[in-house]
């Protein structure tokens, strides 16, 4: 990666890469609490036994 060292105004790359990962990991949100009733509605006809270990 010596090709960065020289670059003139490369110093921007290192935060930008930092406030991208912060913004995408922020929108992430655990799918868990939503799949559990979904699965176990009246459409897909699951019990919560069988979409339990599905889960796990």
């Known amino acids: 990666m ?3 060292k020289g670059a003139i ?3 921007w790359i ?3 890469v930092i406030i991208c990962a ?4 922020s929108t992430m949100r655990p799918s868990e609490s939503f799949l ?3 699965l176990s509605g009246p459409d897909k006809n699951l ?5 339990t270990p599905l889960l796990w």
């Open 9 to 11: 105004g490369s110093n």
């Open 22 to 25: 912060n913004g995408f990991f």
């Open 14 to 16: 290192y935060p930008t």
């Open 47 to 51: 019990t919560i036994e069988q979409v």
């Open 2 to 4: 010596d090709c960065w």
């Open 36 to 38: 559990t009733p979904y």
